[in-house]
């Protein structure tokens, strides 16, 4: 799976990166950066990354 | 707590982030077991704030990405009972379902002026949004009681549709969620932008269109909105021996009872000013993380420790804020000079906790939480 973001939506709140700071952590100037953005099936990292694009309140993140 | 100890079919009351958020939090930690997930909504989970927001203002989005967690749903059937002994959970359809372990995260619903069952409009759900977004449409005049920061969003988005509006404040503007400083300056950006204020204590409601204060004087529109605080939905709760003088307070690791935790808008937490429920996105997020762990690890899990991290968004105004609210007397300014913006603030409570603000300036939050503290 992969995980999607819809840049114009993103306004920084990092609540993503608070849950998942392995896979996506924000720059600077407040862009969020996805470190990982490919996940294989049955990862271990899949349940973080669920929990992760779940909690944006602007809904700026997806699993594909 | 030993392996044959563990939960092996969890239960989740309450489809908002909190029961969401913990079904995800209990598959990282790695609970293979049954999950199921009860919600009274007939629908998926949704994101609250931007209801008042993005929705309301220009019709964003309130979706959630879907559940990667493989919870099993029961949608649309609230909770009416609880038997701590038998360890089951009574459903509104006549039904119960058996748990090992139980998280309760029903959340809270909107006070209203006139009690349960009054007629002036509120925002808690999708549906309220919805309803208010149509009749806000027509432009009628709008009468907001509740100078909160849901108030203000709400009084905020009508003037941008059109509306005249007049808010009811019992006090200065979000003074005891933002502190003097913050309030004068919301304030003063919403009367600019054509906001009426009036200062009193709203009484009841007279009819669909009315309010009358304290003082006997009433303040009439076409539209009666109100946003004057919430109720945590407990009464399912009230029979089963869990609450404490009316309310559901949890331990520092959201536990309220063997084999049950709470987390979100329902649950009073431990906190640095005392046990309190903390209605926020960001704490019920943090709350069932916590709570998931304990659920699976007991004593092992890791306690709350929650920084608290808000925004709003109303008459020109995005504001991000780390740490306690709200903040006490002026602010050391780390970028700009102006509480208007574009500015970044930072106030330092006597117990050497801090607090940052950012008015207009997009900022990473971890970067805002650091300079809360760096003014230690």
């Not at chain 2, 920061?149 to 979000?174: F, H, K, N, Q």
């Amino acid at each position: 799976m992969r995980i999607v973001i819809d840049r114009p939506r993103c306004e920084g709140h990092g609540l993503c990166e608070e849950i998942a700071p392995d896979l996506m952590h924000l720059d600077d100037e407040g862009e969020l950066i996805l470190d990982v953005e490919e996940l294989s099936e049955g990862s271990p990292e899949l349940a973080d990354a669920g929990a992760a694009v779940r909690v944006c309140p602007v809904a700026a993140l997806t699993l594909a | 707590m030993k392996l044959t100890e563990a939960p092996r079919r969890i239960l989740v009351i309450g489809n908002g982030i909190a029961g969401q958020t913990a079904c995800d939090s209990l598959r990282a930690a790695g609970f293979d077991g049954d999950l199921t997930i009860v919600g009274d909504e007939p629908r998926a989970a949704y994101s609250r704030p931007a209801l008042s927001k993005g929705l309301l203002v220009d019709g964003g989005s309130h979706a959630l990405a879907p559940p990667t967690h493989e919870a099993a749903e029961v949608l649309g059937v609230a909770a009416v009972g609880l038997d701590v002994e038998s360890r089951r959970v009574s459903l509104d359809d006549g039904s119960d379902l058996p748990y090992d372990g139980l998280v309760i995260a029903t959340g809270s619903r909107a006070r209203r002026l006139g009690g349960e069952d009054s007629v002036e409009l509120t925002l808690r759900t999708l549906d309220d949004a919805l309803v208010l977004r149509e009749r806000l449409a027509a432009r009628p005049s709008v009468v907001v009681v509740g100078a909160g920061p849901l108030g203000m969003e709400i009084a905020s988005a009508a003037l941008s549709a059109g509306c005249r509006v007049t808010l009811v404040a019992d006090g200065r503007p979000m003074l005891s969620h933002l502190g003097p400083c913050l309030s004068d300056a919301f304030a003063a950006a919403a009367v600019a932008r054509g906001l009426t204020i009036v200062v009193g204590s709203a009484a009841g409601i007279d009819d669909a269109r009315g309010v009358v204060l304290r003082d006997g004087s009433r303040v009439a529109a076409d539209l009666l909105v109100s946003a004057i605080g919430d109720i945590p939905n407990t009464e399912w709760l009230a029979a089963c021996g869990l609450m404490t003088g009316g309310r559901l307070e949890a331990d520092s690791r959201g536990r309220i009872g063997p084999g049950i935790v709470a987390a979100g808008d329902v649950a009073a937490v431990p906190t640095r000013t005392g046990v309190r429920r903390i209605p926020l996105w960001s704490s019920a997020i943090e709350q069932a993380k916590v709570a998931a762990l304990a659920l699976l690890a007991g004593d092992e899990a890791p306690e709350l420790d929650f920084d608290p991290y808000f925004w709003t968004e109303q008459f020109g105004l995005n504001l991000k804020a780390t740490g306690d609210l709200p903040a006490a007397g002026e602010p050391e300014f780390l970028l700009g000079d102006s509480p208007r913006g574009p500015s970044v603030m930072r106030w330092t409570h006597d117990d050497g906790h801090g607090v940052a603000i950012a008015v207009n300036h997009r900022i990473p939050i971890p970067r805002l939480r650091r300079m809360a503290s760096a003014g230690a």
